[in-house]
């Protein structure tokens, strides 16, 4: 994820240096967690790539994670970061979307990067309940074969307001019922990849329950 303008969409160039937000977490295992990665700006050479460390410290542990998300740079030079903040406590990824103000400090000379401060962190959105599924109404419904979703929020910047783009599970608003299966706008790709998902779906009762509730 790499830290970009939330206008332009370019990888920003933070006082020389190319920043990017990686996953990363113990191998073969259910851990995951961002970390801050940087190198010269228009610098491609994959070897020159040096980690911050993580973005939240050492301490983590696999119970609560991080996710993709995005980030870009406020005003006066701190990085604004949405991620995905996982709960894994009940052996279920329990997703929302989160926010995190870092500022950081560029040491030229030792060509080094540090995290100085880490600053209003807290739940940004995870659903309503209407258009948007909440962790609660996917926990009591779930039969197995739907999927909880809210993660992966993208900030751009249009006229001077930020807004995000992100994936989550659709709320009660027009939510589930066998209806649903008929319906054509349901469907995105081409005629092809929606004719082909439609018979899926009704060749399958496991794919149906997603939409049956």
């Not at 019922?177 to 060749?203: H, M, P, R, S, V």
Request: proline content about 2%; overall charge positive.
């Amino acid at each position: 994820m790499p830290v970009q303008n939330a206008k332009t969409g370019k990888v920003f160039n933070y006082k020389g240096y190319q920043l990017m937000i990686a996953m990363m977490g113990i191998p073969n295992q259910n851990d995951a967690h961002i970390y801050l990665l940087y190198n010269k700006y228009n610098d491609n050479n994959p070897d020159h790539w040096k980690c911050a460390g993580p973005i939240f410290g050492y301490n983590a542990t696999s119970a609560d994670q991080e996710w993709s998300g995005s980030a870009t740079v406020n005003k006066y030079g701190s990085i604004q970061l949405f991620y995905t903040d996982v709960d894994t406590r009940k052996g279920t990824n329990h997703q929302k979307i989160s926010i995190v103000n870092l500022k950081l400090k560029v040491n030229k000379k030792k060509n080094k990067i540090i995290i100085t401060k880490r600053s209003n962190r807290h739940i940004l959105f995870e659903g309503d309940g209407k258009y948007y599924q909440t962790y609660k109404q996917w926990k009591d419904k779930n039969k197995g074969a739907d999927n909880i979703a809210m993660r992966d929020a993208h900030v751009i910047s249009v006229k001077g307001k930020r807004y995000l783009i992100f994936e989550a599970s659709t709320g009660m608003a027009n939510y589930q019922g066998a209806d649903q299966i008929y319906k054509w706008q349901n469907y995105g790709g081409t005629a092809k990849e929606g004719i082909k998902n439609f018979l899926k779906i009704t060749a399958d009762r496991h794919d149906q329950s997603c939409y049956l509730g």
